[in-house]
T-cell receptor
Framework: GAVVSQHPSWVICKSGTSVKIECRSLDFQATTMFWYRQFPKQSLMLMATSNEGSKATYEQGVEKDKFLINHASLTLSTLTVTSAHPEDSSFYIC???????????FGPGTRLTVT | RKEVEQDPGPFNVPEGATVAFNCTYSNSASQSFFWYRQDCRKEPKLLMSVYSSGNEDGRFTAQLNRASQYISLLIRDSKLSDSATYLCVATYNNNDMRFGAGTRLTVKP
């Protein structure tokens, strides 16, 4: 199946700093990428949907100025958590689709811990 | 009300047991349905799609009841390696996936 990578796989940062997470589709062109967040023992929650070359669409309750998403190419999307706080500590997972209906390929996730 | 609801479990079953998970979804416009498996601290991985006609893949059987907005997953002859969290997913608007909170399964020797 298609491969999606994320970098870094885990990161620890201090409160107030910004963290960038990369999501790459390695063997296909991703027309759409999705960013999810998962807190312990909870469901994956969709944060935003990004299409290459256009602004991301954020879900209700997700601050676009805090979670900056850039989808500059068909193989790369980045999520930047700005001015991170301990409550932003979570498991961030991206997924990508090549346009085939309903078929999303998930990255391995990035575990963010803000101290 | 959550869009996709699952019994969180945990389900603790012995090897060889048959276990069933249930899931309901609230959006009648949902178009496609899936079961994903998620291991601890890992990304979810597609287990199988769910159809009204039923879908069987080895020891796994998934069923969809659109009228009741109900999805099920049956695992027969449980293996230790089946221990994981099983996520129910309803999709609408092509790519908008809504996940349930997951049902945790532990298969014990």
């Amino acid at each position: 199946g298609a491969v999606v990578s994320q970098h870094p796989s885990w990161v620890i940062c201090k409160s107030g700093t910004s963290v960038k997470i990369e999501c790459r589709s390695l063997d296909f062109q991703a027309t759409t990428m999705f960013w999810y967040r998962q807190f312990p023992k909870q469901s994956l929650m969709l944060m935003a949907t990004s299409n290459e070359g256009s602004k991301a669409t954020y879900e209700q309750g997700v601050e676009k100025d805090k979670f900056l998403i850039n989808h500059a190419s068909l193989t790369l999307s980045t999520l930047t958590v700005t001015s991170a706080h301990p409550e932003d500590s979570s498991f961030y997972i991206c997924s990508a689709t090549s346009g085939s209906r309903y078929e999303q390929y998930f990255g391995p996730g990035t575990r963010l811990t803000v101290t | 009300r959550k869009e996709v609801e699952q019994d969180p479990g945990p389900f603790n079953v012995p090897e060889g047991a048959t276990v069933a998970f249930n899931c309901t979804y609230s959006n009648s416009a949902s178009q496609s349905f899936f079961w994903y498996r998620q291991d601890c601290r890992k990304e979810p991985k597609l287990l199988m799609s769910v159809y009204s006609s039923g879908n069987e893949d080895g020891r796994f059987t998934a069923q969809l009841n659109r009228a009741s907005q109900y999805i099920s997953l049956l695992i027969r002859d449980s293996k230790l390696s089946d221990s994981a969290t099983y996520l129910c997913v309803a999709t609408y608007n092509n790519n908008d996936m809504r996940f349930g909170a997951g049902t945790r399964l532990t298969v014990k020797p």
